[in-house]
């Protein structure tokens, strides 16, 4: 008796090419559970995509001077095309920025805010007086608190590997001015 099997793989930000990472971490070894399940005669659906919407995006649109739908739209196609060359075997590869995505996810944050599942709260960012406007973690740099790095990212530190809060980093600043952000709440 045949088997439905649903994969689904990891949705990388379209912001760079792939890496070595990307492919064996997540992309071979679902290929390969995909693949073995349709060789025992299962019905097999793997699904994936780029995540179009996101800091990373950003921070590479800036860095590039274009709009983040044009990194994304260029990112997205090196993503299939080296999934093509490889052989990856997905039954859809799409993104996070069609019409069912955003309809789907719309839905469920509606249906979550009826179930009153979701609530407003206040958090402290960080926020550039010279931008006029809160910086996303990625957007920050500064002193890791746990080990000293001085070029921790608002999000993680890449020496130490721990996550952080950007309002934890010592001496924070901009990214894209080198300004020095104040610490506001926002809801």
Same mark, same amino acid.
């Given at each position: 008796?045949?088997?439905?099997?649903?994969?689904?793989?990891?949705?990388?930000?379209?912001?760079?090419?792939?890496?070595?990472?990307?492919? &064996?971490?997540?992309?071979?070894?679902?290929?390969?559970?995909?693949?073995?399940?349709?060789? *025992?005669?299962?019905?097999?659906?793997?699904?994936?995509?780029?995540?179009?919407?996101?800091?990373?995006?950003?921070?590479?649109?800036?860095?590039?001077?274009?709009?983040?739908?044009?990194?994304?739209?260029?990112?997205?196609?090196?993503?299939?095309?080296?999934?093509?060359?490889?052989?990856?075997?997905?039954?859809?590869?799409?993104?996070?920025?069609?019409?069912?995505?955003?309809?789907?996810?719309?839905?469920?944050?509606?249906?979550?805010?009826? *179930?009153?599942?979701?609530?407003?709260?206040?958090?402290?960012?960080?926020?550039?007086?010279?931008?006029? =406007?809160?910086?996303?973690?990625?957007?920050?740099?500064?002193?890791?608190?746990?080990?000293?790095?001085?070029? &921790? =990212?608002?999000?993680?530190?890449?020496?130490?590997?721990?996550?952080?809060?950007?309002?934890?980093?010592?001496?924070?600043?901009?990214?894209?001015?080198?300004?020095?952000?104040?610490?506001?709440?926002?809801?």
């Amino acid at each position: 008796m045949s088997e439905f099997i649903h994969v689904s793989v990891a949705w990388p930000y379209a912001n760079g090419d792939l890496h070595a990472g990307h492919l &064996a971490g997540c992309y071979l070894p679902a290929d390969i559970f995909a693949r073995f399940h349709r060789l *025992k005669g299962n019905r097999v659906l793997m699904v994936s995509g780029s995540d179009a919407h996101g800091t990373p995006i950003s921070v590479e649109a800036d860095k590039l001077g274009i709009t983040p739908r044009e990194v994304f739209e260029h990112y997205h196609a090196r993503f299939l095309e080296t999934q093509r060359q490889i052989g990856i075997s997905y039954d859809l590869f799409t993104h996070t920025d069609t019409e069912n995505h955003h309809t789907i996810a719309q839905q469920i944050f509606t249906d979550l805010l009826e *179930k009153e599942y979701l609530y407003r709260q206040t958090q402290r960012l960080l926020y550039s007086e010279t931008e006029q =406007r809160f910086l996303p973690d990625r957007y920050v740099e500064g002193t890791c608190p746990n080990c000293g790095y001085d070029s &921790a =990212r608002g999000d993680q530190c890449d020496n130490c590997g721990n996550l952080l809060d950007a309002v934890e980093l010592i001496n924070p600043r901009s990214k894209t001015d080198g300004s020095t952000p104040v610490v506001r709440e926002t809801e």
